[in-house]
Nanobody, 115 residues
């Protein structure tokens, strides 16, 4: 059973930084796409960034220049480095992994940006 576990969320002041992690277990598939999504209260879940098994990455325009997605293949972990955080970045952040047409989600981690 593939499992994704996010960590690294918390409360941070505007302008601060956080690094989210998504640890993957239960699979050794080398062909996949992984992504970060977020959902703020009363809003739809939105794509923040993705990374493919080939190393292609992209981030949403709203976080471009502030967020960076990366991975550690040895540790089977994906990261989201978030800098210059804004109150509008407040949301539950979820990681997702798609492989062989099957999508798995993590349980989410809360990020709150507030003074």
């Amino acid at each position: 059973q593939v499992q994704l576990v996010e960590s690294g969320g918390g409360l941070v002041q505007p302008g601060g930084s956080l690094r989210l992690s998504c640890a993957v277990s239960g699979t050794s598939s080398s062909v996949y796409t992984m992504s970060w999504h977020r959902q703020a209260p009363g809003r739809q879940r939105e794509l923040v960034a993705f990374i493919t098994s080939g190393g292609v990455t992209d981030v949403a325009d709203s976080v471009k220049g502030r967020f960076t997605i990366s991975r550690d293949n040895v540790k089977n972990t994906m990261f989201l480095q978030m800098n210059s955080l804004k109150p509008e970045d407040t949301a539950v952040y979820y990681c997702k992994r798609v492989s062989g047409g099957i999508a798995r989600w993590g349980q989410g981690t809360q990020v709150t940006v507030s003074s």
